[in-house]
């Protein structure tokens, strides 16, 4: 820009074209090149024009390529299309390949799961779910109901490691010993969020009946007691054994696909996350006795759980996930 500013100062103070070219070490076509663009476009006409540059190699066809392949089929050997599967389909560059792809948004390795209700009573069935939530009738207890089977009395070394950058995890040893599996049966209180629990060696229809009829014990005999339970085979047909609480039970049923609704699943992943993940157990018994201490804790301190979620949809991931291929 200095050079070309200069050319023009030189002209614009008289200097001849030849004198111009020869003081400022450039041909005279340059000079007069420069001149004429500065005579049509003032200072504007001092800048490169737009250049086309090299044409793209890697352009919107490459990238409705890229696209299509991804809906196929993925080579033989593989489950899934990967970067160097994917150059290697087109004929291209891995590194054109991953670019677009991050530029897409598209993550190969990524992964979630899904779980579509397709209930068609979804909406009355949700509706009268979190009614007992948020509305429960008056002089009734609302109980939240489910299963944890198989649970595994795992034996295995466990401790706190040191790695080489220094910093402190848990650490697990790889083997393990397995001392069988018990089942645990649990009862929300949802207005109180103390928890009942039975740990049985079966999930029978025979074991959840009893466990609930020690349940139904315990409640104010003066009281409606309403049920919420998900679509497991041993929480249906108990009509005839419904009959002898003379109309005082309900249950009250999620939809399909939608146990999630149960709010019982959350004290279930608090056990899990709090007391039997990493935990090591040399027999049943112990496991047992590591439960029980559990809700002994939790219900020294219990809490209700407050419903905060404003909308209930039959497919969670309808609004964030499209597309799917199923």
Known sequence: MVERSRIVLSRLEGDQIQQVAKDRGVSIPTVTKWCKRFSFWGIRGLFDEARSGKPAKYDAAFRDKLLAVLEEQPPSGLSRWDGPAIAERLESSVYAVWRLLRREGIHLQRHRSWCVSKDKDFASKAADVVGLYLNPPLNAVVLSVDEKPSIQAIERPTGYLKTQSGDVIRGQKSTYKRHGTINLFAALNVATGQVDTKITATKTRADFQSFLEGVFAEQPADQE????????????????????????????????????????????????????TGASFSSKQQLCDAIEAYFGRHNARAKPFRWRKREVKGSQLRNTTVNLCN
């Open 225 to 276: 007691l309403h049920v919420i339970l998900d679509n497991y085979s041993t929480h249906k047909k108990n009509q005839e054994w419904l009959k002898q609480f003379d109309g005082r039970v309900h249950f009250h049923f999620t939809p399909t696909s939608a146990s999630w609704l149960n709010q019982v699943e959350i004290v279930f992943s608090m056990l899990q996350r709090k007391a039997l």
